[in-house]
């Protein structure tokens, strides 16, 4: 059997459980999920590997209207992930009907001449009865089959791979088996603390150090938790970033906590711990996870 890989994007309005679905697919919470809209504020990438073919997914933040600056990135975000990839996966909520958005999104990728598959999930909240008049709506609504399932409870999640490969080209394994995520949120946090290494410490302090986020939760007074390692490779160095009385540690946590409220929009609890580890640098696994080659 050939082997068969390809980029696909999910897309949807905020809600519809595109995290849910990665998530399901890939076997493993790698995005945030919440009740709330809007979790998802980066493309993040979840890679599902079989004997005959690899998915690399591009899980986009839900399109709405931009409020703010950040809702314009993630907007951009979300419509720069139609470059470059080889199929568009539109979910739909089967348990509402066809919305503005939905519409607005729609337009969008029937311009961007991608191939598309409609999807009408949380079929679990609404009886067979109803399924089948839903379906045949969205069906109308965008002239094509429209695959129902529950990603929550990985209904019809086969019909709906088979259907992914049976679109995706012949192609090479991109990733590793065993790589499911590349994680570019957690990455961009690590990247402003140790920005903030930098600027604050001196030598050759700065350039042994790397930073690897361990944990990001959104608490329910909705601010975020954010729990980082920053790693050195001699105890010496453990003194200097820690500094008198917890001081540099502490200015590196305070101007760093500001970048990421400022990319977030929320309040952030930023906690950092520093580890001896020496020659990091040699570590496949640690390097790996801070997304170097
Ligand atoms: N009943 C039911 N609930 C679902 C299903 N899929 C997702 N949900 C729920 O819908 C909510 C939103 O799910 P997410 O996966 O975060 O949705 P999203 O589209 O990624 O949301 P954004 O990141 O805001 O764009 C969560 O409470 C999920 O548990 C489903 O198949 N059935």
Not at 264 to 291: P, S
């Amino acid at each position: 059997m050939t082997y068969k890989s390809g980029f696909v994007t999910v897309i949807g309005r905020p809600n519809v459980g595109k995290s849910t679905l990665v998530n399901n697919l890939v076997g493993e919470k790698i995005n945030i999920i919440s009740p709330r809209p809007q979790t998802t504020r980066n493309s993040i990438k979840a890679i599902y590997t079989e004997e005959n073919g690899q998915i690399i997914f591009i899980d986009t933040p839900g399109i709405h209207q931009a409020r703010n600056k950040l809702d314009k990135y993630m907007l951009e975000e979300a419509y720069s992930s139609l470059e470059g990839i080889d199929l568009i996966i539109f979910i739909l909520d089967g348990s509402t009907y066809w919305g503005k958005n939905d519409q607005m999104i729609y337009d969008q990728i029937k311009n961007s001449k991608k191939d598309i598959i409609y999807v009408m999930n949380k079929i679990d909240k609404i009886s067979n009865k109803e399924l089948q008049k839903r379906q045949k709506k969205y069906t109308q609504k965008v002239g094509e089959e429209v695959i129902p399932i529950s990603a929550l409870n990985n209904k019809n999640i086969d019909t709906l791979l088979a259907e992914i490969f049976s679109y995706l080209p012949e192609g090479p394994q991109y990733y590793p088996e065993d790589m499911i995520t590349d994680q570019i949120e957690r990455f961009v946090f690590a990247e402003l603390i140790r920005e903030k290494i930098f600027y604050l410490t001196r030598e050759e302090v700065p350039y042994g150090a790397a930073v690897l986020v361990e944990e990001v939760k959104e608490r329910e007074n909705e601010d975020y938790y954010i729990r980082a390692n920053i790693y050195v490779e001699k105890k010496s160095h453990k003194g200097i970033i820690i500094g008198k009385n917890g001081k540099m540690i502490k200015k590196i946590g305070r101007e760093a906590r500001k970048e990421i409220e400022d990319l977030m929009q929320t309040k952030v609890y930023l906690d950092l711990w520093v580890k001896v580890l020496k020659n990091w640098r040699d570590k496949d696994n640690l390097m790996k996870r801070m997304g170097y080659k």
